[in-house]
């Protein structure tokens, strides 16, 4: 009696193709790509060729016979059961699934790119999901109060300066930043190094 395979192994029988020479197959001799999804073309002696670069090429490049624009509608129902790529797969991810799963997979994937949360204060980034809570910290659109007590807006923070302008009236300029103060302290130190040093001749 021959042994029995090994548990998880994959039995390859006569009349069965493997998953890896299947998409082999579908692979499109253009972009070498298995296509995500219909129409599927082939030229007149059926070497197939991928629906997104159909339109680029007018020969096959297997046997070069000119396309006709017959379909390849036998391959285009069997490509539902082939695992495709997910879409960005050239950020990084490898998933691979049948298409009626990766739809639900690319909607969540964390190399595709959303809208900044911060969309409706202003910013206008697209950010890859993974990197969403960095750009967060530093995104110049995060919502904040406005400090006037009487006053209940929330605003974008690039945009808190102008409603204070404009809205109670509160002059910029008479807002000392960051810089402004530094120099007001570098000048009082100079000045006092001065006065010091003529007391002392």
Known sequence: MPPSPPAGAALALPD???LSDLKEYFECPVCYCVPR????????KG????????????NCPQCRAVYKGH??????????????????????CQVELVWS?????????????????NTEWGC????????????????QFKAVDC???????????????RHLAKKHKVKQEG??????????????LVASVAINTMLLM
């Open 16 to 18: 069965s193709i493997l």
């Open 37 to 44: 999804r219909p129409p599927i073309f082939q030229c007149e």
């Open 47 to 58: 070497h197939m060729i991928c629906g997104t670069c159909r339109p680029r090429v007018l």
């Open 71 to 92: 379909r390849l509608y036998f391959a285009e129902r069997l490509l539902e059961k082939v695992p495709v790529a997910c879409k960005y797969s050239e950020e990084g």
């Open 101 to 117: 799963r990766l739809q639900k997979h690319e909607e969540e994937c964390t190399f595709g790119e959303v809208e900044c949360t």
């Open 124 to 139: 206008q980034e697209n950010i890859v999901r993974r990197k969403m809570e960095d750009h967060l910290v530093g995104c």
């Open 147 to 161: 400090p006037v007590a009487e006053c209940s807006t929330r605003i974008g923070q690039k945009f808190l300066m």
């Open 175 to 188: 807002l000392l930043d960051l810089a402004s103060l530094n120099k007001i302290l570098l000048f009082i």
